[in-house]
């Protein structure tokens, strides 16, 4: 069974900085998707970012980019200048690209960031 | 466009009782997937549907159950609650696709005493 690993609870980030969430996952299948979702405190979850395993190419969303390492199994979250309204708690996600379901997603625990102005 | 819309927002119910949630998904979109999510396990997979139709189901007992409407709205239903059921409950929405995003409503706040 995949599994995903954040082994973050907490992270802080003084605002116009820059900082990095990890994310290790656990898979024994080639073909998969990434993502990390940001849920604020209204609960709400919302897609940051989305990486095919398949591409090589790391995925970039404007001021959010992933080191994404395929042989290591890891996908780090990269913030670029942080800003207050990016505080929230930020879960990676895996997504298998068998078996025909979309909408089953394995989550990580969670990083919570803190922006300090 | 409207997002996914999840009634009720929040609820107490005792145990024993059963709850019953729902969840309209955005328009055009007929998947529609249910998560748990408490601050010990996290979020963890309900089960998805698609064209009214289970596509995959979590690993959680006979109690949880669901179902999806011709026109994709989805209710889940949990029976003789138990406190363990305490938890937000989210839905989440998507076209069928290989970009899979999910669209999630703002959860259903259960707590059972």
């Known amino acids: 069974a995949q599994t995903v690993t954040q082994s973050q609870p907490e992270m802080s980030v003084q605002e116009a900085e820059t900082v990095t969430l990890s994310c290790t996952y656990d898979?024994?299948?080639?073909?998969?998707?990434l993502f990390w979702y940001k849920q604020p405190p209204s609960r709400q979850m919302i897609l940051v970012i989305r990486q095919e395993a398949y591409k090589q190419q790391n995925a970039t969303e404007n001021r959010f980019s992933v080191n994404f390492q395929k042989a290591a199994k890891s996908f780090s979250l990269k913030i670029s200048d942080s800003q207050l309204g990016d505080a929230a708690m930020y879960f990676c996600a895996y997504r298998s690209d068998y078996g025909g379901s979309q909408g089953n997603l394995i989550f990580g625990k969670g990083t919570k960031l803190s922006v300090k102005p | 466009k409207a997002g996914v819309t999840q009634t009720p927002r929040y609820l107490i119910k005792t145990r024993g009782q059963q709850v019953t949630l729902s969840c309209s998904p955005i328009s055009g979109h007929r998947s529609v997937s249910w998560y748990q999510q408490t601050p010990g396990q996290g979020l963890q997979f309900l089960f998805e549907?698609?064209?009214?139709?289970?596509?995959n189901k979590g690993n959680f007992p006979g109690r949880f159950s669901g179902r999806q409407f011709s026109n994709s709205r989805s209710e889940m239903n949990v029976s003789t609650l138990e406190l363990g059921d305490s938890a937000l409950y989210l839905c989440?929405?998507?076209?069928?696709?290989?970009?899979?995003?999910?669209?999630f409503g703002e959860g259903s706040r259960l707590t059972v005493l």
């Open positions: 549907y698609f064209s009214e139709t289970q596509r």
């Open positions: 898979t024994s299948e080639s073909d998969y998707y």
């Open positions: 989440a929405s998507s076209l069928m696709g290989y970009t899979g995003e999910l669209f």
